[in-house]
C-alpha cells in the first residue's frame, strides 16, 4: 500500500430527510433542490480521487451544505462551517429561518466531528507519509469566492506557497519541488484532455486556491504530515447544464491521480 490518505470532503450531495424537509420549504422541488445540492458540492470527486493502492481513503457521508468538513469548527459567515445558501446567495431555507445553536451542534457532532477524528487517528499513527485533499471547483468563479466571474485553470494544486509553490507568508504544506512535481506530472498525465477542454490554462500551482483547512491544519504540528490539495475543473469532465460526466474523462484523470500518486511516494524525502 501506498502510505497516503486521499480526503474528498465535498464529494457527497447527501443530505439526511429531517434537514431535506427544511430546505424543502422554499418551495423548490425535491429534485431540483437534489440537482442542486450536487451540483454545488464537489461532484465525483470520489470517483476522481479513487485510488486503490493508496492506505486510507475518506470520503464525506453528506453534502457540505449539511456541514463543510473543511471549514474550522467554529468558522462562520455565509461560506463557513453551516451554510444558509449555495454560492450563488440562493437560499437553502424559507425567509426567516433561524439556525439554532443546538442544530448546529448536532450537524457537528454527527458529521464533522467524526470526520475530523478519524483524520486524526490516522494522521497520528505513523503509517501515513502524505496526504492529498481531492476538490473540484466550477469553470468560472461563482459570487461567493476569491475569483467572480473569472475563469479558471484546469487543475490547481495547494501548497500555501506562491505560483511556483515557494513560500509566500507562512509555512507551505509540501517542499516547493514536490509540489511543481504534481503539477507538472498532471500536465503531462492529462496532456489530452487538457488540449481537448479549452481551458486558458493547465494546471497551475496557489490559483485561484492556494489551500484549506484541512490541509492547513494536519500538515502542521502536532500531525506534521505534508500534503497538497488538488481542485479539479469541472470542466475537465462534467456538463454542468446537464449534470453527466464527459465520457472516458473521469477515468482518465482517476488513473492520472493514481500514477501521481505512485510519483510522490517515490519522491518523498
Known sequence: MLPLLVSTPHCSGQVPYWLMARMLQTGESEAGLRRRLFKEGDPFTDVLF???????TLNAPVSRFVADLNRERTEGGENGVIKMTDFDRRPFYPTGYALSQQEREMRLALYYDPYHATLDRTLRSGRIRFFI????????GPLIGPDQGRPRPALCIGNFGDTEGDPASGPVS???????????????????PLAEC????????????????ILRRYSLAPYSVPGVMIEVNRALYFDEETQSPIPGRMEAISKAMAKVAAWITENLP
Open 198 to 213: 479549452g481551458l486558458p490554462e493547465g494546471p497551475v500551482l496557489n490559483h485561484p486556491f492556494d489551500g484549506g483547512h
Open 174 to 192: 509540501c517542499a516547493p519541488p514536490l509540489a511543481r512535481g504534481i503539477r507538472d506530472k498532471l500536465a503531462q498525465l492529462l496532456k489530452g
Open 133 to 140: 485533499d481531492g476538490h473540484s471547483m466550477t469553470a468560472h
Open 50 to 56: 479513487n485510488i486503490p493502492d493508496v492506505d486510507t
